[in-house]
């Protein structure tokens, strides 16, 4: 008999109205040895910052001494928990996900934590990133008889957690760890120990810290989400690092060498929150640079700098410090967007953005406006930016962009158009400011890049398809 087969598609086609790369997911976690006053709405609060990371479904898993309670649903993190209910959970730990599907479908049983039983106890895990070798490994499971529940690669993690629980719980994990491959950020609850793991390369981002004046460790895929608890920055958690947290304390082993890293740089660019610190490095203060580098790059005479809101807006702020061009906002963002819109069509895509974006007619009026954004993709959007900025009254347009050319997928973890989408990868800088129709357009260059970065430790794959792992499924 024929059976179909699940795939895991490394990136989908995007049919979201953002002309954007799309953010990959988010996870959060708390642990105390003694009950945590309003752990869930703490876990709660934790998902609601990181609600940029993914807003297609959201997850909680509350341990109770080793006995865990998961509460997941569709939609954003307001929409799916009742604050009035959580606030009367009782638990000394908590995991928590926001979900953008870049792998199996958008429904209720792939929204995480995930949840097996297994002889090491109770397992509920969350997952940021794409693993690249999760359909060979969901095979060999499918034909040693393991059964899937869901269409996501995280539930792979989940199986070989469980086929390996006799090997006693550091071990099973290591070696999980070591047989899975692409970026996985992981936290998961097992028994009564809050686990977090970073893949060997850091793809992904991990963070941790500690509430002020308690006991309470807290993970986070980004630092904002710390702030919101009250927690203060520890550390982030090393590529090829596994944390086991339980009564016994905070304990932290290698279960990978790490020969180097290659964390994602469009967190920076784009993902992350500006308020947020990533591996040290303040993410504000990455794309400021960008901004001051552009004007560098290739100055022109204007009369005012505008952002298009929200990411392109400290680049474009720090261009105008180091230009001295007044920085102004020239664009106005609604913020009751949806983002479950499904607009196939190109045509629909570039009229929508009229939705979103308003230019500020008094600011553009009569002037050359220097506009700045954090990426170009598939075009449509600044073409039609473009086009309203110049119905407003700009005399002149010159564009420029805070990352270097989108020219290639990703394939861990953030759903970027396919590659005949991406504009860069078809056309160069002059054609391309031809296209969106500007007065001029520059990209911020790789070697820039590498320099506000501070080195060459950053994954750059879809800027130059040179991929830190070279063994991924292509399917
Ligand atoms: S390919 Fe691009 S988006 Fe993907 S991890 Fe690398 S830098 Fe990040």
């Given at each position: 008999?024929?059976?179909?087969?699940?795939?895991?598609?490394?990136?989908?086609?995007?049919?979201?109205?953002?002309?954007?790369?799309?953010?990959?997911?988010?996870?959060?976690?708390?642990?105390?040895?003694?009950?945590?006053?309003?752990?869930?709405?703490?876990?709660?609060?934790?998902?609601?910052?990181?609600?940029?990371?993914?807003?297609?479904?959201?997850?909680?898993?509350?341990?109770?001494?080793?006995?865990?309670?998961?509460?997941?649903?569709?939609?954003?993190?307001?929409?799916?928990?009742?604050?009035?209910?959580?606030?009367?959970?009782?638990?000394?730990?908590?995991?928590?996900?926001?979900?953008?599907?870049?792998?199996?479908?958008?429904?209720?049983?792939?929204?995480?934590?995930?949840?097996?039983?297994?002889?090491?106890?109770?397992?509920?895990?969350?997952?940021?990133?794409?693993?690249?070798?999760?359909?060979?490994?969901?095979?060999?499971?499918?034909?040693?008889?393991?059964?899937?529940?869901?269409?996501?690669?995280?539930?792979?993690?989940?199986?070989?957690?469980?086929?390996?629980?006799?090997?006693?719980?550091?071990?099973?994990?290591?070696?999980?760890?070591?047989?899975?491959?692409?970026?996985?950020?992981?936290?998961?609850?097992?028994?009564?120990?809050?686990?977090?793991?970073?893949?060997?390369?850091?793809?992904?981002?991990?963070?941790?810290?500690?509430?002020?004046?308690?006991?309470?460790?807290?993970?986070?895929?980004?630092?904002?989400?710390l702030d919101i608890v009250g927690a203060d920055l520890i550390r982030s958690i090393e590529p090829g690092e596994m944390l086991i947290i339980d009564e016994t304390g905070l304990n932290?082993?290698?279960?990978?060498?790490?020969?180097?890293?290659?964390s994602c740089s469009f967190e920076y660019i784009y993902f992350s929150r500006p308020d947020s610190i990533l591996d040290g490095l303040d993410v504000y203060h990455v794309r400021e640079?960008?901004?001051?580098?552009?004007?560098?790059?290739?100055?022109?005479?204007?009369?005012?700098?505008?952002?298009?809101?929200?990411?392109?807006?400290?680049?474009?702020?720090?261009?105008?410090?180091?230009?001295?061009?007044?920085?102004?906002?020239?664009?106005?963002?609604?913020?009751?967007?949806?983002?479950?819109?499904?607009?196939?069509?190109?045509?629909?895509?570039?009229?929508?953005?009229?939705?979103?974006?308003?230019p500020m007619r008094h600011v553009v009026a009569g002037k050359r406006v220097i506009l700045v954004d954090d990426s170009l993709v598939r075009g449509t959007t600044a073409k039609k930016?473009?086009?309203?900025?110049?119905?407003?009254?700009?005399?002149?347009?010159?564009?420029?962009?805070?990352?270097?050319?989108?020219?290639?997928?990703?394939?861990?973890?953030?759903?970027?158009?396919?590659?005949?989408?991406?504009?860069?990868?078809?056309?160069?800088?002059?054609?391309?400011?031809?296209?969106?129709?500007?007065?001029?357009?520059?990209?911020?260059?790789?070697?820039?890049?590498?320099?506000?970065?501070?080195?060459?430790?950053?994954?750059?794959?879809?800027?130059?398809?040179?991929?830190?792992?070279?063994?991924?499924?292509?399917?």
């Amino acid at each position: 008999m024929q059976t179909d087969k699940i795939k895991f598609y490394p990136t989908k086609p995007s049919t979201e109205l953002s002309d954007k790369m799309e953010e990959e997911c988010g996870v959060f976690a708390l642990y105390d040895s003694k009950p945590i006053d309003n752990v869930a709405y703490l876990a709660y609060c934790g998902l609601f910052s990181l609600q940029h990371r993914g807003q297609e479904s959201a997850g909680i898993t509350i341990a109770n001494h080793g006995h865990l309670d998961t509460f997941k649903g569709m939609g954003l993190v307001s929409e799916v928990f009742n604050t009035d209910e959580l606030v009367h959970k009782i638990g000394n730990a908590a995991i928590g996900h926001v979900r953008y599907s870049t792998t199996g479908s958008s429904n209720l049983a792939n929204a995480q934590p995930l949840f097996a039983q297994s002889v090491m106890g109770a397992i509920a895990l969350a997952h940021n990133g794409n693993l690249i070798n999760a359909n060979r490994l969901r095979n060999e499971l499918e034909l040693d008889g393991a059964i899937f529940q869901t269409s996501s690669d995280s539930e792979v993690i989940l199986n070989l957690l469980a086929k390996r629980a006799r090997l006693g719980l550091q071990q099973a994990i290591s070696d999980t760890c070591n047989t899975i491959r692409g970026a996985f950020a992981l936290v998961m609850l097992i028994g009564n120990k809050l686990i977090a793991v970073r893949d060997p390369l850091g793809i992904r981002p991990l963070c941790l810290g500690k509430i002020r004046g308690s006991e309470t460790h807290v993970l986070a895929s980004e630092s904002c989400a710390l702030d919101i608890v009250g927690a203060d920055l520890i550390r982030s958690i090393e590529p090829g690092e596994m944390l086991i947290i339980d009564e016994t304390g905070l304990n932290s082993y290698r279960y990978a060498k790490n020969t180097h890293r290659a964390s994602c740089s469009f967190e920076y660019i784009y993902f992350s929150r500006p308020d947020s610190i990533l591996d040290g490095l303040d993410v504000y203060h990455v794309r400021e640079s960008a901004g001051r580098c552009l004007f560098h790059q290739k100055p022109v005479e204007a009369d005012v700098v505008i952002g298009v809101p929200d990411s392109g807006v400290v680049a474009a702020i720090g261009y105008s410090e180091e230009s001295k061009i007044p920085y102004s906002m020239g664009l106005v963002r609604s913020k009751y967007m949806g983002r479950s819109f499904i607009l196939p069509d190109q045509k629909l895509r570039e009229q929508a953005v009229k939705l979103k974006l308003n230019p500020m007619r008094h600011v553009v009026a009569g002037k050359r406006v220097i506009l700045v954004d954090d990426s170009l993709v598939r075009g449509t959007t600044a073409k039609k930016l473009i086009q309203l900025l110049r119905e407003a009254g700009a005399k002149e347009v010159h564009f420029r962009l805070a990352s270097p050319m989108v020219k290639s997928e990703c394939f861990f973890g953030v759903d970027i158009s396919s590659k005949e989408e991406l504009i860069a990868s078809k056309l160069s800088v002059d054609e391309i400011c031809k296209v969106i129709n500007a007065d001029s357009l520059d990209f911020l260059s790789l070697d820039n890049q590498r320099k506000i970065l501070g080195g060459d430790q950053y994954c750059d794959g879809c800027f130059t398809a040179n991929y830190p792992l070279d063994d991924i499924e292509r399917v």
